[in-house]
């Protein structure tokens, strides 16, 4: 059956093949050099789909990846969404028992490999008690050749309801929460950024975000896709080499975290660099500070400010480049397809005109549900409204400002931490009694975490710090700690975690931080 009458019609695979019959020889994708024509791309997801269905692969089956960003992971997306499962990109930055918490959680039919990470999803795939079969990704690997399913499912016909990502989100929880989108979620996401802030097929689209990340899939890739756009991808952020890359291929538009705009004017071809050609640069993560966006406006290029969540697809506010009546700060208004409310934090009633509470969002962008976890669900959501846990502020010209967050994360380098998953990790080490942990401001990545410990016998800052390393993503380490007798605790025996932020403030304040990522 073609693809033309099997898939539904907000279902993403058609946006390659369509696009394939179109525009065979435009170039879809700039790896590292190495060129792929959407005729190509288009060809190997169709045989790679059709190989997974024959395998006995379809709709209700999970493929999770570890794996770089890559063409070869390009196709398996696609292939997953024309043969109507949900790929589960997995973090290369996490360790090995985080990994085998999320592999457990998503209970993957198969999970496919990058030859680079092979010996972190070897070692985390030894802690499950029944693995599910594996292969390596690309031509030479799942392309050639597929394990059969443990158990075969049935072909159908791909619907907008089917699962296309889950993305692992710590948010305000210890334990990492599987965020599942649909094809219609990711349909309306990018149909509402193709509104507010078009990409048209003459773009050449930078992407620099690793593809565990929900925004390296629906903050312009997808949409480059849809449209017969070039994407060049990159493995990993490297400065120096993507402000090459913005010169030498001539790109339009991009996206990245703050951290990654300030290592980028940091460097120290910034001054003679050519970025003339960026014409749409995005900001997402957290909010850009003002002299970052003068030092990039200085350079003739404006900085796109917006605010967005996993849960939400992510797009939920941002800055139109030509608003100049948004200040410095703000993050816009709602994009097209997205509703959005205040409300009372404690009494949960809306509240109009110019107001400070809980932003609050709706529409057919946000996420089905957490994979399987219909309590954290319920908690996130109010009828068909999405809590975001953030307190925004809205001026009487309908503009937002993020506050402050309600939930406890804190964003290091445009990755979340959520306190509670690290201070798990902490009281883990049998001298350490309880542990808080708080989220500073830092000129380099936005934020970092500094650590509170009571300990419960004889125990040394490097081996608190050498504990978590072995347990925790770097971005998740604290750079900073310090011994307590107690943790404070507010009168109702909650954690005072605002006198911690204080105190961890004063602690860093003029002082250089001497732990790495």
Aim: proline share 7%.
């Amino acid at each position: 059956m073609s693809a033309e009458t099997e898939d539904g019609p907000h279902t993403i695979g058609r946006w390659l093949t369509d696009r394939a019959a179109r525009s065979p020889h435009r170039i879809a994708i700039d790896d590292r050099g190495v060129r792929t024509d959407y005729a190509t791309l288009g060809r190997r997801a169709e045989e790679l789909a059709a190989a997974l269905r024959a395998a006995g692969y379809g709709p209700g089956d999970r493929i999770a990846t570890v794996s770089g960003n890559s063409t070869d992971h390009v196709v398996l997306f696609f292939a997953c969404a024309l043969a109507g499962i949900a790929l589960v990109p997995l973090s290369w930055r996490s360790t090995p028992s985080e990994l085998v918490a999320v592999m457990i959680r998503c209970t993957p039919a198969l999970i496919l490999i990058d030859d680079e990470y092979a010996a972190l999803a070897d070692e985390a795939m030894r802690g499950l008690e029944n693995p599910p079969p594996s292969a390596f990704l690309g031509s030479t690997g799942v392309e050639a050749s597929i394990p059969g399913a443990p158990t075969p499912r049935e072909s159908r016909r791909v619907r907008d309801d089917d699962p296309l990502l889950v993305i692992f989100t710590s948010g305000s929880e210890a334990t990492p929460k599987g965020v599942v989108l649909t094809h219609a979620n990711c349909f309306w996401n990018n149909l509402a950024l193709a509104q507010a802030l078009p990409l048209t097929h003459d773009d050449v689209v930078l992407a620099i975000l690793p593809q565990f990340h929900v925004a390296a899939w629906n903050c312009q890739p997808l949409l480059a896709w849809w449209v017969g756009a070039t994407v060049v991808l990159e493995r990993t952020f490297q400065p120096a080499r993507a402000l090459q890359l913005i010169a030498e291929r001539r790109v339009t538009a991009m996206m990245g975290v703050p951290t990654q705009y300030g290592l980028l004017a940091a460097d120290r071809d910034w001054e003679s660099a050519d970025v003339s050609s960026l014409r749409l640069a995005l900001v997402g993560g957290a909010t850009m500070p003002t002299a970052l966006h003068a030092q990039w406006a200085s350079r003739g290029v404006r900085l796109v400010q917006g605010y967005g969540l996993t849960e939400a697809g992510p797009n939920v506010l941002h800055v139109a480049p030509d608003d100049a009546g948004v200040t410095s700060g703000g993050v816009g208004r709602p994009y097209p397809h997205v509703s959005v409310q205040i409300v009372d934090p404690d009494t949960h009633l809306p509240l109009r005109g110019s107001a400070t509470g809980e932003l609050w969002v709706r529409g057919p962008s946000v996420f089905a549900k957490y994979l399987g976890d219909d309590e954290a669900t319920r908690r996130a959501m109010a009828g068909d409204w999405l809590r975001t846990g953030d307190l925004v502020q809205r001026d009487t010209a309908g503009t937002y400002r993020v506050v402050d967050r309600l939930k406890d994360i804190f964003i290091s380098g445009g990755e979340n931490v959520a306190p509670a998953e690290v201070e798990s990790a902490l009281v883990q080490h049998p001298l350490i009694e309880a542990a808080a942990v708080v989220g500073v401001p830092d000129p380099v990545w936005g934020e970092r975490g500094v650590a509170f410990v009571v300990a419960a016998g004889p125990i040394s800052p490097d081996e608190v710090f050498a504990h978590a390393r072995r347990l925790l993503a770097g971005f998740k380490v604290p750079v900073r700690m310090e011994f307590v007798d107690t943790l404070p605790t507010s009168t109702i025996d909650k954690l005072a975690r605002s006198r911690l932020r204080d105190r961890a403030r004063r602690m860093v304040e003029g002082v250089p931080h001497d732990r790495s990522r």
